[in-house]
Structure formats: structure tokens, C-alpha cells
């Protein structure tokens, strides 16, 4: 049996929950990573304040925070979504047997539809173009996460 950690799972609920109270419901894989990384409980935010600097870090939440605003799709149904990706999730997790905030944001990050996605291809571009143009040779690893 696969187990989710207790604060993905909590995610999800609170998630669930301000979709239902607000009617926004697209994007809702960008709105469970955001929350994820803004919960500084989470494995997910632990990682990301190891290999990315606050600016980086505010600059990804800020493209997907404008991106949720100017969204304008129609809702779905954020119970029935919520409650298949937690399935999937742990389908496709289940060698491991253990689900987290981390394979949320590393599933997200692999669907090319999602505003993390675009924000971090956006930021690593940029950033690769000022290394390239101040002959800075040094490679940090968000360029080497989002440009292999």
C-alpha cells in the first residue's frame, strides 16, 4: 500500500475546499504545487530553498499566481480532478510507496501545459542568456533542472 504524506493530503482537502468556495476550478495541478511550495512544511519548499534563490523562488510563484488570475477557462470539477490525480499519483508512485509534495511538483513540472512549467522554462532561458552574455561560466542548478 502506497502512502501520502499527511500534508499532500492536506493540500489536497484545503484545496478542495477553496476551489469549491471561490468557483475557480482550472489549473488545479498549478494551484496544488503553489500551495505546496508556500507551506514551508513540505519537502517540496525544504528542496526548493536549497537550489533556487528567494528572487527565483518569488518570480515562479508570481508567474503562477498572474497566470491563475488571467486564466480564463472554464472551471471543472475540482473534487472529481482532485480526487483522480491523488489516484494516479499513487499508481504511478507505488514501487516507491510513498507520495509527496515533491512528486507533485516534479509531475507537474514534467506536463508542458502547466504554469510552473512555463515558469520555469521562462526564468532558466533568462537566466542562461545572462551567464551566456556575462561569460559567467558557472551553471547553477535551476538552469541544469530546467535546461538538462
Known amino acids: 500500500m ?3 504524506s499527511y500534508i499532500l493530503e492536506g493540500i489536497i482537502a484545503q484545496t478542495a475546499y477553496d476551489i469549491e468556495l471561490s468557483g475557480i476550478g482550472r489549473r488545479i495541478k498549478d494551484i496544488l504545487v503553489l500551495a505546496a511550495m508556500r507551506n514551508s512544511g513540505t519537502r517540496l519548499s525544504r528542496m526548493l530553498k536549497k537550489i533556487l534563490t528567494e528572487s527565483q523562488l518569488t ?3 508570481e508567474h503562477i ?3 491563475l488570475k ?3 477557462r472554464a472551471s471543472i470539477s475540482a473534487a472529481g480532478f482532485l480526487s483522480d490525480y491523488r489516484e494516479y ?3 504511478k508512485h507505488s514501487a516507491v510507496g510513498f507520495v509527496s509534495t515533491v512528486d ?3 509531475d507537474t513540472l514534467e506536463d508542458s501545459s502547466t504554469l510552473l512549467y512555463q515558469a520555469f522554462m521562462l526564468y532558466a532561458k533568462r537566466e542562461k ?3 551566456e552574455s556575462s561569460q ?3 551553471s547553477t542548478l535551476f538552469s541544469n533542472v530546467c535546461l538538462g
Open 65 to 67: 499566481d498572474v497566470g
Open 70 to 72: 488571467q486564466d480564463s
Open 129 to 131: 542568456e545572462y551567464y
Open 2 to 4: 502506497v502512502k501520502v
Open 104 to 106: 507533485l511538483f516534479i
Open 136 to 138: 559567467y561560466s558557472h
Open 59 to 61: 518570480a515562479i510563484e
Open 89 to 91: 499519483l499513487i499508481l
